[in-house]
């Protein structure tokens, strides 16, 4: 019948739903029937048909692929219908004969059924029902519709269940690797596998005395079953996001971590790869073995990723109860910016790799990543805010901690943000606007990206002090260990800082990094009682000690004209001591005495430090990873190696810097590390150097005697072999090949080899591994059943060398404030030398202020806040400098501003204060307060003209000043600002136009005071002779 006479048809549902849209409707009549248009149906011809099954009702997850060839799929159409007794219209399903070679019954072909039947006897009856209703379908009349019932045999679940577990090629779950790549080489396929997926076949016809009857809508006949729309990976990676909402999550599967959904679309966009739509959700992919370079990548642009792995082994699910499920994934791992630490972010590829600057595509740590905490609260009665800080950087081990009043500016809180130097804040979500400007003025300084700070915004009842202090309590009650903090110290801190720590511990149990913060040690206060010199947010800014103004990068600052360390410790101490400096006497004249040693000494013992300090890990880093348990086998390798190197060439040092070191600080620092360093040693020798860098936990310890489950473990693995070997005496016998011995294949163990000339004397119980066209290769019985065993233990024997390697990483962090004391002493070393080599040269750093547009600020207000700041802080002993103050406003709100804020230096604070301006009026105050103020200024040569003015054109040209750059006592008389202008190359036309308006506002300036002058002498004037004299003077 051709097409365009097609009729009404009842369809075949008893197995076409199986492959997932097989008997579906067409495109025309689909609206109608209630189903979601399959674009990919009408290239069924010539592609591939997949089996399906359901999750729901149980069946395994399971494809086939059965391919039909020179034959095509008749459309089949579905009306609605109404049924008796029901008003509305209902899809019916009907089925018609066709010409043209079509498939009778929109079901399958005859040639595909014999091929199903091959598959498994068990599906015999199954087929034999569908071949009856085929053979009934040809017996009827083509001019006369024939309603058949559909049929499913009662034993379909059973039947189904053994043809997928008999197809060759299957796997225990959904090939999806597989699959990504032929649907990306086949775009058709793709297409195709999307509409099966997607389809939803769930509808059943009956025959009754020739009417049409829908079948009753009962969820337990065997013909009405209910498919998933998702696959049952879909379905764990919808429970676990639904778990973890806010985070980027990467699913390890097989060779290679995915992507899906929303996550997949961010992570194709960071990480500049290809996002394509599987199945039900849009994903991409990254190799295994990139995993750190990618996470890294999306962890420097803000994310917070969660890294999902298999819990279960391929061999050892095999002899489990759930052998036919899907594998088992849990979250791993969890990371910030605050929180890189572990096996999956570690860039360290090989231990050469130090050496050789390895992994150049892996986005580096900044130098501090501080994890900082912020709690407000407000004091009703003093109606004054309070702030609380706890800063953690669970990287290195280290923990800030303050509490302070502060005002509307924050200027309190944005000096302890810049000299902690956060990359990632964790703040209440209730979170006052004041300080969310401060932050969000702060992360937009940096020109770059990667530079700004994460917030994280956390559910405010975290931070009320009675959720805190339990969570605090809790915390430090249970599980005490050695070195820890007590519940009695912690809990005399200051309420805003409770208020911080609780939350804090909550965060970071979530990345189980919570262990840095039970250190007695570990905890630092950052108020001026330290022993270091308090510096302002505008001290920091200004004299851009930290950070430059221009881009906010350390280029340019002062400490990036000091640091020239060699170690990436000694650089994060150096910033300390830049950001605080020493107040103490004592503490000074060490550092002094230590580093004009270093300049004026010869000695070969500091070279030989100094070459010691070249080149080395970030050992500080590296032994807090440790701490955390979370280190991999070569940088564990690689940090003990080095520790161990450091204190045998240190202890080789030692008669030499007791006999040519005189600092008292550098002999203290150089003599104890050697002994700090000592423990290393032992660890050292443990470990197999080959094993270790190669990350080979089996073969990782080279003596076993401490390590008893792991020597009985290898004993029944040697059991196992040795069962193996002695079974080739039966295989030769067999054979008759007295020289026959086991080959491995593509990682297949101990096969036997035969040439297939010989194959007849094969067993028939031999398992068949592998063939060429000269030979084959099996495995008896009994390798069969070894081999699964051997296996097993062999994935036993992983699992437990992770546990002993856990338990290893607990043993060396006992030792942790131990050697965090001996790298400590390294870095004090390492920053010493560095300002030994400046002191050799001659560096200069510029200062100025500027507007601060993100917190809505202009110039002008920047500098009175500023000012207010120093006003209330400054004392005695403070140094205050101030440049143009009162610029930004007319200039005699301006002078009146100046003056008033340095009269009351003068008068009341009296500190010793440097203050430029460019008001003459304040030079004044020297002679007001002769013993407590001076005058100077900047030297300067003046020279004539260049050009004279001319009569005709008008023209001036501004004299030109040479900078003598020395300070000279004495006020300048005048202002040349027309000659910096000269100097910035402005043009001429503009500096001739700026020159005459200088000296006609000179002249118009000199005029008033001269009139002034004037009146005020003839106001004086009481009698005739001194008018006339007056009068004479002025004539």
């Known amino acids: 019948m051709p097409k365009s006479a097609k009729k009404p048809c009842t369809t075949q549902t008893s197995i076409s739903r199986y492959f997932g849209g097989l008997s579906s409707s067409s495109s025309s009549s689909r609206p109608q029937c209630g189903i979601k248009p399959n674009p990919a149906e009408h290239r069924l011809s010539r592609g591939k048909l997949k089996l399906s099954s359901s999750d729901e009702d149980g069946l395994p997850s399971k494809r086939t692929k059965l391919a039909v060839k020179d034959r095509q799929v008749e459309d089949v159409q579905c009306e609605p219908r109404p049924s008796q007794g029901d008003k509305e219209a209902k899809p019916t399903l009907s089925r018609g004969g066709g010409g043209g070679g079509g498939v009778k019954g929109g079901g399958l072909c005859s040639s595909t059924l014999e091929k199903l039947k091959g598959f498994s006897c068990m599906a015999d009856p199954f087929l034999r029902a569908i071949q009856d209703e085929t053979k009934m379908d040809d017996s009827s009349s083509s001019s006369k519709i024939s309603n058949t019932r559909s049929f ?221 905490c912020i709690s407000e609260s407000w004091d009703k009665v003093k109606k004054q805010l309070s702030v609380g800080v706890v800063a953690v950087q669970p990287s290195t081990g280290d923990v800030l901690l303050d509490c302070f009043p502060d005002g509307p500016s924050r200027s309190e809180l944005e000096s302890r943000i810049l000299r902690i130097n956060p990359v990632e804040v964790l703040v209440p979500s209730d979170l006052s606007e004041q300080t969310s400007k401060l932050l969000l003025s702060i992360a937009n300084a940096s020109a770059q990206t990667d530079d700004r700070i994460r917030v994280e915004r956390r559910d405010s009842a975290e931070f009320e002090f009675t959720s805190a202090m339990n969570t605090v309590v809790k915390f430090y009650c249970h599980t005490p260990e050695k070195d820890s903090r007590s519940l009695s110290s912690v809990a005399s801190f200051d309420s805003p800082v409770i208020c911080c720590l609780g939350p ?349 547009i993100f917190k809505g600020r202009s110039t002008f207000m920047e500098e009175l806040t500023e000012a207010s700041e120093i006003i209330s802080q400054a004392t005695e002993r403070s140094l205050v400098i101030l440049d143009e103050l009162g610029r930004g406003t007319s200039t005699h709100d301006g002078i009146a501003i100046a003056y008033a804020t340095l009269e009351y230096f003068i008068k009341d604070v009296k500190s010793f204060t440097l203050f430029v301006t460019h008001y003459p009026p304040l030079c004044e105050l020297e002679q007001v307060y002769p013993q407590h103020v001076s005058n100077f200024h900047m030297a300067f040569l003046l020279n004539e003209p260049d050009v004279t003015t001319d009569a005709d054109d008008g023209e001036i040209q501004p004299e030109f000043i040479t900078f003598l750059y020395q300070l000279t006592e004495g006020a300048a008389g005048r202002s040349y600002g027309l000659n910096v202008a000269r100097l910035a190359d402005v043009p001429d036309p503009i500096l001739h136009t700026a020159s005459c308006k200088a000296q006609e506002l000179e002249h118009m300036v000199n005029a008033r005071r001269k009139y002034q002058k004037l009146l005020s002498a003839l106001w004086s004037i009481c009698d005739k002779s001194s008018l006339e004299k007056w009068l004479q003077s002025n004539s």
């Open 152 to 372: 499913v045999s009662p034993s379909f679940r059973d039947s189904h269940q053994q043809i997928s577990n008999t197809l060759p090629g299957t796997e225990k779950e959904w090939d999806y690797e597989t699959q990504d790549h032929k649907e990306e080489e086949d775009p058709e396929l793709a297409a195709t596998n999307q509409g099966f997926c997607l389809s939803k076949i769930t509808r059943s016809a009956g025959r009754d005395g020739g009417k049409v009857a829908e079948s009753p809508s009962d969820s337990s006949a065997p013909c009405r079953r209910s498919r998933s729309t998702y696959t049952p990976l879909e379905q764990q990676v919808m429970e676990l996001k639904q778990q973890q909402k806010d985070v980027l999550l990467a699913v390890e599967c097989g060779y290679k971590y995915r992507f899906f959904g929303e996550d997949a679309e961010i992570a194709a966009k960071e990480l500049n790869i290809t996002c394509h739509l599987d199945h039900n959700f849009m994903t991409c992919s990254i190799p295994t073995h990139r995993l750190f370079v990618h996470v890294r990548r999306l962890v420097s642009h803000g994310h917070k990723v969660g890294v999902v792995k298999q819990t279960e082994t391929s061999a050892l699910k095999a002899s489990g109860t759930n052998r036919n499920a899907l594998f088992t994934r849990q979250l791993s791992a969890l990371y910030t910016k605050s929180t890189l630490v572990g096996e999956d972010v570690n860039p360290v590829c090989r231990v050469a790799d130090v050496e050789e600057r390895g992994c150049a595509d892996v986005v580096s740590d900044p130098p501090d990543s501080f994890l900082l």
């Open 504 to 852: 804090l511990i909550q965060y970071l149990q979530e990345f189980n990094l919570e262990r840095v913060l039970r250190n007695e040690s570990s905890f630092r206060h950052l108020s001026s009682e330290s022993g270091g010199m308090k510096l302002s947010a505008a001290t920091l800014r200004n004299l851009e000690i930290l950070n430059n103004q221009t881009d906010g990068s350390v280029r340019g600052s002062l400490l990036w004209v000091l640091d020239h360390t060699r170690t990436p410790f000694g650089r994060r101490l150096l910033r300390k001591w830049v950001s605080q400096p020493l107040t103490e006497p004592q503490c000074i004249a060490e550092r002094q005495d230590a580093v004009q040693e270093m300049m004026e000494s010869d000695s070969i013992t500091l070279n030989s430090i100094r070459s010691l300090l070249s080149h080395l890990p970030d050992l500080e880093r590296g032994i807090c990873s440790i701490y955390h348990g979370k280190s991999s086998t070569q940088e564990f390798f690689l940090i003990c190696s080095s520790l161990s190197r450091l204190g045998l060439e240190l202890q080789a040092l030692l008669p030499a810097v007791q006999l040519q070191i005189r600092s008292s600080l550098l002999r203290s620092l150089l003599l104890d590390t050697p002994d700090l360093l000592a423990p290393a040693h032992g660890f050292l020798k443990v470990l197999n150097e080959k094993a270790a860098k190669l990350g080979n936990k089996t073969e990782l310890f080279s003596d076993l005697s401490g390590f008893p489950m792991l020597q009985e473990r290898m004993s029944q693995i040697q059991s196992v072999l040795a069962e193996i070997q002695a079974h080739r005496k039966d295989v030769r016998l067999v054979l008759k090949a007295p020289a026959l011995d086991y080959v491995t294949v593509s990682g297949q163990e101990f096969l036997i080899e035969v040439k297939n000339s010989s194959s007849s004397i094969v067993p028939p119980d031999w398992v068949k591994i592998s063939s060429t066209k000269t030979v084959s290769r099996y495995h008896s019985p009994f390798l069969v059943e070894r081999y699964k065993k051997l296996q097993q233990l062999r994935e036993q024997l992983l699992l437990d060398c992770q546990r002993e390697w856990t338990r290893f990483l607990d043993q060396f962090g006992e030792h942790y404030h131990t050697m965090k004391r001996a790298i400590s002493h390294l870095a004090t070393t390492d920053c010493l030398l560095s300002l030994a080599e400046v002191a050799k040269q001659g560096n200069y750093c510029r200062m100025g202020a500027s507007d601060n």
